[in-house]
């Protein structure tokens, strides 16, 4: 069955520190796909990134990037110069489709808190 | 162009009463799928629907618990006699073609407190 595992329940940092939260996976199929998603204070589900497991190339999108490593089960996100504005809770998750449709199986979550 | 979009945000029902929760997918996408998010937790699929038909519902309580999504309207997420157990936050997804691996977008929530 797929699992997705994010060991870091909360994580605090100082403003303009570097984090980076874990995302460990388990699945059967060779085909899948990994999303990060953020929940602010706000509550809603903030779309992030979305990799499929046949491309290993790292992303870089400002501040974050993201580092998809198949050989080790893993997909961490690191947050370069944190900032006030990053404190959310971020969700990692996976999509399995031969096995489980178009569900997604989420991580449990990290809470992330940047401190000015 | 307006996201998803889920309502109420804010639900307060007492236990035995019954509780309707919206969702409008993105404009152009055919294809909503529910999630509970219980509390300090994260989110569990429920239910995938494309217009008219459920196609997965494999994570739905089987009791009480029902979705659908009609070929004009918004989809519903209906729960009957609601528990207190019931009490989490509920969203709705959306995606255009419904191809295996696609991007979910998310709805901002309906918070459901059972009295």
């Known amino acids: 069955a797929q699992k997705v595992t994010q060991a870091q329940t909360e994580i605090s940092v100082v403003e303009k520190e570097d984090v980076t939260l874990d995302c460990v996976y388990e699945?059967?199929?060779?085909?899948?796909?990994l999303f990060w998603y953020k929940q602010p204070p706000s509550g809603e589900l903030v779309f992030l990134i979305r990799?499929?497991?046949?491309?290993?190339q790292n992303e870089i999108s400002g501040r974050y990037s993201w580092n998809f490593q198949k050989s080790t089960s893993s997909f961490n996100f690191t947050i370069t110069a944190s900032q006030v504005v990053d404190s959310a809770v971020y969700f990692c998750a996976l999509s399995e489709p031969l096995n489980a449709g178009n569900m997604l199986t989420f991580g449990g979550g990290t809470r992330l808190m940047v401190k000015p | 162009n307006a996201g998803v979009m889920q309502n109420p945000r804010h639900l307060v029902r007492r236990r035995g009463q019954e509780a309707r929760l919206r969702c409008s997918p993105m404009k152009g996408h055919s294809h909503v799928y529910w999630y509970r998010q219980l509390p300090e937790e994260g989110l569990k699929f429920m239910v995938y629907l494309q217009k008219e038909n459920i196609i997965d519902e494999s994570g739905m309580p089987k009791e009480r618990f029902s979705a659908e999504f009609p070929k004009e309207g918004p989809s519903i997420l209906r729960i009957q006699q609601v528990v207190r157990g019931d009490s989490a936050a509920y969203f709705c997804a959306s995606s255009p073609r419904g191809t295996r691996g696609e991007t979910q977008y998310f709805g901002p929530g309906t918070r459901l407190l059972v009295l």
């Open positions: 699945t059967r199929d060779t085909t899948y796909y």
């Open positions: 990799r499929n497991s046949f491309d290993e």
